[in-house]
């Protein structure tokens, strides 16, 4: 594979990953199957949610404590990445040159140095010193309080990324905390400010100990914690939701640019059209080759490196997403010299429990903690929308089972997976490497999981066709408010509406749009007898679907689309207006060009093409 692309645009791939972490969360249960009545739940232990990326609001602090305005996109706070663009925007005017002349002269004039110039300030909020410290007073925004004393802003918030409604009326809003923490930081500083916050919780509630919700990145937070503060025996149960225990492969990948071997056919053909919609993806990929391909070798040379160096090296919490397999030798790369002594230190602390992780886990369980997990899987790393595309960039995207963002060895414990889109072999058998009960059967339905290899087989459920985008699941997130607010399942075989092995359905849309205006509408006395007994027939489809815990993706969209398109004829919405002709004829046109380019020269840029016709 050409040097070239197998550094498929470091610096947003690098984004990518740290921007598409933040799927995970709940959504509100609506189904009344298997749930348990009211009195089951009764005087369950708080509840502290530990978020993925994304899900925490961070500020700029001045030194009394005191939130002040800062120089990025967002001026005062922000949940991912602030960029600082000011400078970049105000010299535009000498920068346009250099991309002008480097196109007329099919060389770098000046782009990889502008590259350097401007890609280290821009990232000035997220980065760290050599003792793995925020350069920046950036710290998340506190909420030592419950959910019960929110802001109206701030409860909208949260239930906006986690709609949990129905759990918090089960179990009281007083109960329920969020810990929020920086996604770039310090891993054992948020550890320690995790354990402060349980204290605390602790005290305003007058409970002794209190449950974990780890969801995708919190996973790592939670892992520390332990580290530190297992003896203490503050946690009562602990609930893993994508969970990224293990770490992500998609990380490791990128910082030892081990690309995919398809990259290149992705980058010239196939990414852009996916992550646009219309001409406009087809027509990147054209003006792509506006640039040779040595030039854009020193531009994607500069942005990994000023990516690396400074905003990835230094900080400990992007460490502690590397699989413990890929660390070493990683870390010995990155890490080995003397001036990153300290951060070593710290990031081989988390190695040496994340790559005892198995041994820890029952470290907790002697000390009589529950620990549940629910994981999905089926997918390819980058399969997906939006951001996770950028995943298949990378070489674990090509045969490692994924929910698209974390592999299914991370978020359900070690549990073994054949490669998306193939099966176990006829003559597999489970391992039973954790389960020694051969009336057992941890096989999947598809024959794509052998949860017997699993650390805790009794305790793990498994949605197959799950993005990591969980929150849309209402079977899943049901399941996990159960475990939380009762303890009426303790395994996977105590209530037969909860297998182990279920499917994927997305019921956000219907739930919180589609329902509440279908409803509102049949009380509303406006529609004729016919449109109302359409309506309220898809409606009842629609709630007995909810109720059922049997997920199924193509039952869920059949039915969302039949909700929508009777909201549309009720004119609720208004369905886009198609392409027209000249753009459909536009876009063909664009598509079959790319392909032909492509298929015919392979990646290169346009004034690379007459040499490739005279080599042929």
Same mark, same amino acid.
């Given at each position: 594979m050409n040097r070239a692309f197998k550094k498929i645009t470091a610096a947003f791939l690098a984004l990518a990953f740290v921007l598409s972490a933040s799927a995970a969360g709940f959504a509100a249960p609506v189904a009344s199957a298997g749930i348990p009545p009211a009195s089951a739940w009764g005087d369950g232990n708080p509840v502290v949610v530990v978020p993925g990326i994304g899900m925490s609001d961070v500020s700029l602090y001045d030194d009394q404590g005191n939130r002040i305005p800062n120089e990025g996109t967002f001026k005062d706070k922000w949940k991912v990445l602030n960029l600082c663009t000011d400078d970049l925007m105000n010299d535009i005017w000498k920068l346009v040159p250099r991309l002008l002349m480097s196109i007329i002269l099919q060389r770098d004039c000046g782009l990889s140095k502008t590259v350097r110039e401007y890609m280290p300030g821009m990232f000035k909020y997220a980065k760290h010193d050599l003792n793995g410290k925020p350069v920046e007073n950036v710290k998340a925004i506190e909420k030592n309080y419950p959910l019960s004393q929110f802001s109206e802003e701030d409860r909208a918030d949260f239930f906006g990324m986690m709609p949990m409604e129905k759990f918090s009326n089960l179990v009281g809003e007083d109960k329920i905390y969020l810990f929020n923490f920086p996604p770039f930081s310090n891993t054992y500083d948020q550890a320690k400010r995790l354990d402060e916050f349980i204290q605390m919780v602790k005290s305003q509630t007058g409970y002794k100990q209190v449950s974990l919700v780890p969801l995708s990145l919190g996973g790592v937070v939670t892992n520390a914690y332990f580290d530190l503060y297992l003896d203490k025996g503050d946690v009562a149960k602990v609930v893993n939701?994508?969970?990224?225990?293990?770490?992500?492969?998609?990380?490791?990948?990128?910082?030892?640019?081990?690309?995919?071997?398809?990259?290149?056919?992705?980058?010239?053909?196939?990414?852009?059209?996916?992550?646009?919609?219309?001409?406009? $993806? *087809?027509?990147? &990929?054209?003006?792509?080759?506006?640039?040779?391909?040595?030039? @854009?070798?020193?531009?994607?040379? +500069?942005?990994?490196?000023?990516?690396?160096?400074?905003?990835?090296?230094?900080?400990?919490?992007?460490?502690?997403?590397?699989?413990?397999?890929?660390?070493?030798?990683?870390?010995?790369?990155?890490?080995?010299?003397?001036?990153?002594?300290?951060?070593?230190?710290?990031?081989?602390?988390?190695?040496?429990?994340?790559?005892?992780?198995?041994?820890?886990?029952?470290?907790?369980?002697?000390?009589?903690?529950?620990?549940?997990?629910?994981? $999905? *899987?089926?997918? &390819?790393?980058?399969?997906?929308?939006?951001?996770?595309?950028? @995943?298949?960039?990378?070489?674990? +995207?090509?045969?490692?089972?994924?929910?698209?963002?974390?592999?299914?060895?991370?978020?359900?414990?070690?549990?073994?997976a054949c490669a998306p889109g193939t099966t176990l072999p006829a003559d597999y058998t489970q391992q039973n490497l954790y389960c020694h009960n051969p009336a057992h059967n941890h096989i999947s339905p598809d024959r794509v999981v052998d949860a017997s290899t699993c650390w805790l087989p009794e305790q793990t459920w498994y949605f197959t066709g799950q993005h990591h985008e969980i929150a849309g699941n209402d079977v899943a997130v049901t399941l996990a408010c159960i475990l939380l607010g009762t303890d009426t399942i303790t395994d996977i075989y105590s209530n037969p509406d909860f297998p182990q092995f279920n499917g994927s359905r997305n019921s956000k849309r219907i739930v919180r749009d589609y329902l509440p205006k279908a409803e509102a509408l049949l009380s509303g006395g406006t529609l004729s007898a016919a449109d109302a007994a359409q309506l309220q027939a898809a409606v009842d489809d629609a709630n007995a679907m909810l109720a059922s815990m049997v997920a199924d993706d193509a039952q869920c969209d059949a039915v969302e689309a039949r909700l929508y398109d009777l909201l549309v004829k009720a004119g609720v919405y208004q369905k886009p207006a198609p392409p027209s002709t000249f753009e459909t004829l536009f876009t063909q046109a664009l598509k079959a060009t790319g392909e032909k380019l492509y298929d015919r020269f392979g990646p290169c840029g346009f004034s690379e093409i007459p040499g490739k016709i005279i080599h042929f």
């Open positions: 939701v994508v969970s990224a225990q293990g770490g992500s492969y998609v990380f490791a990948d990128l910082v030892s640019k081990n690309y995919a071997s398809n990259s290149a056919e992705l980058f010239y053909k196939d990414m852009m059209p996916q992550l646009m919609n219309g001409y406009q $993806g *087809y027509l990147i &990929n054209l003006a792509l080759r506006l640039l040779p391909k040595r030039v @854009f070798n020193n531009v994607l040379d +500069a942005a990994f490196d000023v990516v690396r160096s400074d905003f990835f090296v230094n900080t400990p919490s992007m460490w502690s997403i590397v699989p413990a397999d890929r660390y070493p030798a990683l870390a010995d790369t990155y890490l080995g010299d003397s001036a990153h002594a300290v951060i070593r230190e710290q990031t081989d602390r988390y190695y040496a429990y994340q790559s005892t992780l198995r041994e820890r886990t029952n470290d907790l369980l002697e000390k009589g903690i529950k620990i549940y997990n629910i994981a $999905g *899987y089926g997918f &390819n790393f980058g399969h997906g929308w939006g951001d996770y595309q950028y @995943f298949q960039f990378f070489a674990c +995207a090509e045969n490692i089972n994924s929910d698209g963002i974390i592999q299914l060895t991370s978020t359900a414990m070690g549990t073994y």
